[in-house]
């Protein structure tokens, strides 16, 4: 594909729709925006734009398509697949100014808001509601971004992915044109589903520039829990059982042992190197809190666990969950002059020892050093290998690819919340046979010049070809 270099023209046209102050072409701003927090290399674009409205975003995108201009979105950066790398130049579509709560629906448990404010900044403000917006990635990632890539992370177990907790979108065109897609309705059974269509399609087939998204009461009683057990089978085989209980944990993660011991040794958390699960329960009773956690322990001990301690302290349950949400930045500390490629397959919840059992045996045969960490709860692991040169890097991948392939063998995905980006784009066509060509007729049709995020979710061939 052939793009359309940016000229003079070009940026008096772009300084036009969005003004000279949101704009700029500088060097340093471009490298700050020209990787994620991936292993994948940086890609500088030509410009970097900041629109403050959805209708600049659709002046720019109708531009844009016009000449033929790639173009990026961008939230913070804090994806791991390479999604918002500017593969080819072109423009660099920041949405970070665009972060106003736009209105708080709190009779009917919703907010409408702009795609750039990070979830944890729109958290605090619904907090006076008495109210939150339950995905939580980690990272304070924009709004914008974890629809895009559909994120998750620790609380998916109880309350859903990004998909599940969006109802309505605005969302700008190739073409310029901007489309209201879903309702407000938490019914909707009207034609087709394309408010899904976009979320998780990284910026691949439209622009979000609104959402309106559910929201649930703060729980009045939390309560978190740490279980280390003798074995990895053990700790996977207890997360098949609590969730066979009938209990409903707001998180339900498992750390192996030697992460354990660095956040331990440099996060100060009170650990046993041993594989562990975090765990989280939110309740309106203190009576049903605390009769979940004595049926807890009883699965826990059954399993052999060798440690077991529950607390409803908020200092100390915010310490625990901020070690395991700095986790990777932990790791990234503990192995200077590193880079990770990191794994993130999600597999149906039965196969989950299966898999757990796979990863083990990989790592052992090919001596491939590696971190476990996942949302155990909803069948997703991260496997993390630091790598310092080219050999260490392909050795990582080779046993990287086997744990992705596997996982799809199992009925599982090659991702489960980071997105494609880059870096799974190979296995899509393993992943999805004939239906990666219906994707590719789907993305032709809304952006035939192939402007929008090029060079992600398709393998090479189907977008050179």
């Known amino acids: 594909m052939t793009y359309s270099p940016i000229t003079p023209n070009d940026i008096n046209v772009l300084t036009e729709i969005v003004g000279p102050d949101q704009l700029t072409t500088t060097h340093a701003d471009r490298l700050l925006r020209a990787k994620d927090q991936s292993q994948h290399a940086a890609k500088l674009a030509e410009v970097i734009l900041f629109p403050q409205t959805a209708l600049q975003v659709a002046e720019i995108l109708r531009y844009a398509n016009q000449r ?65 917006f339950p995905p939580d990635p980690g990272a304070n990632a924009t709004i914008g971004g974890m629809l895009a890539n559909n994120a998750a992370g620790i609380r998916t177990v109880k309350y859903g992915a990004s998909k599940d907790n969006v109802l309505r979108m605005q969302v700008a065109l190739a073409d310029g044109r901007l489309i209201h897609v879903g309702s407000r309705s938490i019914k909707q059974s009207a034609g087709y589903d394309l408010l899904h269509l976009f979320v998780g399609s990284e910026g691949t087939l439209g622009i979000i520039t609104e959402a309106t998204l559910k929201l649930v009461p703060l729980p009045q009683l939390m309560s978190a829990v740490v279980a280390s057990f003798p074995t990895i089978s053990a700790a996977i085989e ?18 192996d042992p030697k992460q354990c011991a660095i956040l331990r040794d440099h996060a100060g958390v009170n650990l046993e190197e041993k594989p562990t699960l975090f765990m989280e329960f939110h309740a309106t009773h203190r009576e049903t809190l605390e009769y979940g956690l004595q049926e807890l322990l009883q699965i826990c001990n059954d399993q052999g666990a060798t440690g077991f301690r529950a607390t409803t302290d908020h200092a100390e349950r915010a310490k625990l969950w901020q070690a395991r949400h700095h986790a990777f930045e932990t790791l990234v500390r503990v192995h200077p002059g590193k880079t990770f490629v990191i794994d993130d397959v999600s597999v149906p919840l039965s196969a989950y020892p299966v898999l757990i059992a796979y990863i083990e045996a990989q790592l052992a045969e090919h001596d491939v050093p590696a971190y476990m960490k996942g949302h155990a709860g909803d069948g997703n692991i991260h496997v993390e290998f630091p790598f310092g040169d080219a050999h260490e890097y392909d050795r990582a991948m080779q046993v990287n690819d086997r744990i992705v392939l596997k996982a799809i063998e199992l009925g599982g995905t090659c ?49 050179n070809g």
């Not at 970070?96 to 729109?122: N, S, W």
Request: charged letters at 20%; proline letters at 8%; aromatic letters at 8%.
């Open 68 to 132: 033929c201009i790639p173009i990026t979105p961008w939230g913070v950066g804090t994806s791991l697949e390479g999604n918002p790398i500017p593969q080819y130049g072109g423009i660099t579509l920041s949405l970070e100014r665009m972060t106003r709560i736009i209105k708080v629906h709190h009779d009917d448990f919703q907010v409408t808001v702009e795609p750039g404010i990070g979830h944890k900044d729109l958290n605090r403000e619904l907090a006076r509601f008495g109210l939150f």
């Open 238 to 255: 207890t997360v098949v059982a609590i969730k066979a209980s009938g209990l409903d944990p707001a998180a339900l993660e498992f750390i």
């Open 415 to 463: 991702t489960g919340e980071h997105g494609v980006g880059i870096g799974k784009a190979k296995y899509m066509q393993a992943e999805h046979g004939q239906a990666l060509a219906v994707m590719w007729a789907i993305k032709q049709t809304l952006d035939p010049n192939r402007i929008l995020n090029p060079g992600k979710i398709f393998p090479p061939d189907f977008f």
